[in-house]
């Protein structure tokens, strides 16, 4: 038989994901001359780069230049090492703060994608040396969906919608946020509202955050004649002779064999939706009911890479946050809400245990480290009044908006009278809670924090209330009703993968790479170790990596 009649399909460099990693790496894969297949194993589009809010963290990049702000790759390395450490390689981490601003001109000057700075929010640990108060954080410019013609059928959904089909921008929501507080507040939502009409009228089809980041990589994939195969599944590797050559892949239900020549990049995700790998790795309890990352993240890849003979690391982690999750409906994963000033974060005691509006990775790793049957931190509570009701968005609910009756009666959110009838609700104690709060809104008159120090981080103060004074993320709980919503250790995504070098190359447990296999996004070992340095820190080098990944394929 001849060799070449075992192959159904043969391409240059077979990408495994269709998330900002790997539509990256195909852009880059093509630019540089290989015959490039994107394969995936849902029947959308995006990943959970389109479900996210689009955010990339590149240090030293263009935009910040073309704004007058300083940054330089020695302040970025400073700032990494005071917040990622040795939790990963200094050599990955070079090669991100080397290329992610490459990569960010790179698609500027090759492709229709473009990016724009979110003004002023900062990296997630601003005061630690290196980091930088106006931030380091880019997010995709708006983008007509109508261009993918259709493919955008084939977009995947956010991980929540606005009602009415609105579409903001990262910068928006910040604002939109302040409507009842701020005059810049009322502007911007009016500015959004006529834009939302604008378009309505005219039949554009506006999407923002990670549905303009995914619709913008796409299109240029379009654009490039560079094909994608949905509902197209990694089975498993085929090695020869110790390199990797292809894949087995299932699509629609046939099985196919697919020769790479230059390499298989493992871009497909972590495993937040594989319950026996959440229970194996990461920290109790777990659930796949809290994640928001996307459905087919499942671990395929890492297995593959791992049967294949890959290390792996930082198995135990995710990009955790605090999140809500009706009966029966999708969790909300909580960022701005947190930091709003009158509300707060108690235990299964009644206590609260960490600043609320600290980054959402540390808000839930301090769950994990202090959860006990004992002491339960597992789920917290979430607890404001009514006047944090009346002038701050909730999840997808807006101020004074009424709390639909389902979410009464199933008891996702549980509203009572006063205090003590709120904690018999909870089923926490109740002098212990109304102890707690009284002791809050001692801190919050004075505007210190005396256990926590919430406020005093400029990241705090970011999706703080500017008029409320003198800290803009203190307020007392004093107006009545009072509300409280169970908090479970949520996430984006995983970070434990296959551990990488910095061109992408997966490693062997001896340190030696695999010939022609390499991964990035959450299917790699995250470059961000235990930490969490600015907003966008899991898509930046999904996309950076996968462009590595790419060059060093083309000269392999």
């Known amino acids: 038989m001849n060799a070449a009649s ?21 852009l880059m894969a093509k630019e540089a001359g290989m015959d490039v297949l994107v394969i995936e ?58 290329h992610a601003p490459q990569m960010v001109a790179w698609l500027r000057d090759h492709t229709c994608v473009r990016f724009q700075r979110v003004p002023g929010y900062a990296d997630y640990y601003p005061e630690r040396p290196g980091g930088l108060v106006a931030g ?24 929540a919608e606005a009602p ?56 240029a994939m379009m654009q490039a004649d560079i094909p994608l195969w949905l509902d197209a599944a990694l089975q498993e590797l085929i090695i020869e002779e110790d390199r990797v050559v292809g894949a087995r892949v299932e699509r629609e239900a046939r099985p196919l064999r697919i020769r790479a020549g230059r390499g298989v990049l493992l871009a497909a995700g972590g495993f937040p939706h594989n319950l026996a790998m959440r229970q194996q790795y990461l920290p109790k309890p777990t659930s796949t009911d809290w994640s928001v990352a996307s459905p087919g993240n499942t671990g395929d890849a890492i297995r593959a890479g791992m049967k294949a003979g890959a290390a792996v690391d930082l198995m135990e982690e995710a990009w955790w946050g605090p999140s809500s999750k009706p009966p029966d409906e999708a969790p909300f994963f909580h960022v701005a809400e947190r930091a709003y000033p009158g509300a707060l974060m108690v235990n299964g005691l009644g206590r609260r245990f960490v600043n609320e509006s600290a980054p959402y990775i540390d808000v839930v790793h301090a769950m994990y480290a202090n959860h006990s049957p004992e002491t339960p931190h597992i789920p917290a509570w979430f607890i404001f009044d009514q006047r944090y009701r009346n002038k701050y968005i909730f999840g997808l609910f807006f101020p004074m908006q009424p709390i639909p009756k389902r979410h009464l009666e199933n008891g996702y959110i549980v509203k009572a009278d006063n205090l003590k009838a709120l904690a018999r609700l909870m089923g926490v104690d109740a002098a212990n809670l109304v102890e707690t709060v009284s002791r809050f809104n001692e801190f919050a008159r004075a505007g210190v924090d005396q256990d926590f120090r919430r406020g005093e981080s400029a ?56 010939p022609g296999l390499y991964a990035t996004g959450n299917s790699m070992a995250s470059v961000m170790g235990a930490s969490y340095p600015g907003a966008g820190a899991t898509i930046g080098p999904a996309m950076t990596f996968g462009y590595l990944a790419a060059r060093h394929a083309a000269g392999s």
């Open 6 to 26: 075992v192959w159904n399909k043969t391409v240059d460099f077979l990408v495994v994901g269709s998330g900002g990693g790997g539509m990256t790496a195909a």
């Open 41 to 98: 194993k849902t029947s959308f589009f995006g990943g959970s780069t389109a479900r996210s809010g689009g955010a990339i963290w590149v240090p030293n990049n263009y935009l910040l230049a073309q704004d007058g702000i300083e940054d330089s790759l020695e302040q970025a390395r400073l700032y990494m090492r005071h917040t990622v450490g040795d939790r990963s390689p200094q050599s990955l981490q070079d090669a991100y703060l080397v």
């Open 136 to 159: 380091r954080t880019l997010e995709p410019v708006p983008f007509d969906g109508r261009k993918l013609g259709p493919e955008l059928a084939r977009l995947r959904k956010p991980m």
């Open 164 to 219: 009415a089909g609105l579409a903001f921008t990262a910068a928006d929501y910040r604002q939109i946020g302040m409507f009842m507080s701020t005059w810049e507040g009322k502007k911007r939502a009016l500015r959004v509202g006529l834009r939302w009409l604008k378009h309505r009228l005219s039949g554009v089809r506006e999407l923002t955050m990670g549905q303009a980041l995914s619709a913008r990589l796409r299109y």
């Open 459 to 514: 990241y705090d103060r970011y999706y703080g209330d500017p008029t409320v004074k003198p800290n803009p993320n203190l307020a007392p709980l004093t107006r009545p009703p009072y509300y409280a919503v169970r908090m479970w250790p949520g996430d984006l995504g995983t970070k434990g993968g296959l551990v990488t070098d910095e061109w992408a190359r997966v490693l062997r447990k001896d340190g030696t790479p695999i």
